[in-house]
């Protein structure tokens, strides 16, 4: 009874995951799909206008550069959900143990659950190339998406930043190691004559 549970939340996170990044990623032509994958999913279907408006606060909102376009937002998407004497609230009894959730099927509501949920893990990735810049990160160091091209584009900045930082500091350390080393050379020869001495 748990684990069935547990697959609802589940399933229902990562349909609300998966939209909550096409929005954000979607560019300007993809439109039609956007209305084809979610038209029957949310109700009632936002206007165009509204649509191209909550795009662009998801994106600013996901960038994090400033607080108050996290409270612009789930403001004005939880006035727009309850509009109309909507009804934001279900009573879920398609699952035991009956419970009370969000109505997900607004999508301005989903827009902004979503959006309390998951912004810890919202992150734009570094890479200038990256066609889906917006995903969520599992680390909170994490600079750029999971895209193969993305981790070798950061393991290369990586490596080009380390070494402007600590290239001349390496070089340095690393000839001090040669003498220590011709050192433990010298002390080695001398055991082994030690050795060679012994009957
Ligand atoms: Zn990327």
Redesign the pocket.
């Known amino acids: 009874m748990h684990s069935s549970t547990k697959t609802g939340g589940k399933g229902l996170g990562a349909s609300l995951r998966e939209m909550l990044l096409d929005l954000a990623n979607l560019p300007d032509e993809g439109w039609p799909q956007f209305h084809r994958r979610y038209l029957g999913v949310y109700i009632p279907w936002p206007s165009n206008e509204d649509l191209v408006n909550w795009r662009l606060w998801l994106r600013q909102v996901w960038k994090g550069e400033d607080d108050r376009d996290v409270r612009f937002a789930l403001a004005a998407w939880t006035r727009e959900a309850t509009r109309h004497d909507r009804q934001s609230w279900v009573f879920d009894a398609s699952r035991t143990p009956y419970a009370v959730r969000p109505n997900y099927k607004i999508l301005a509501l989903s827009l902004a659950v979503g959006t309390s949920e998951l912004l810890s893990k919202m992150a734009v ?1 570094q ?1 200038p190339g ?1 066609p ?2 917006y ?1 969520l990160r599992s680390r909170k160091t994490q600079r ?2 999971d ?1 193969p ?2 981790s070798t584009y950061g393991q290369r900045e990586h490596k080009k930043n380390w070494w402007k930082e600590h290239g001349k500091e390496w070089k340095e350390k690393r000839e001090g190691g040669k003498k220590t080393r011709g050192k433990h050379g010298k002390i080695k020869k001398a055991s082994r004559g030690v050795l060679a001495e012994r009957p």
Do not use: E, L
């Open positions: 990735c890479n990256c889906q810049p995903f750029f998406c895209r091209a993305c």
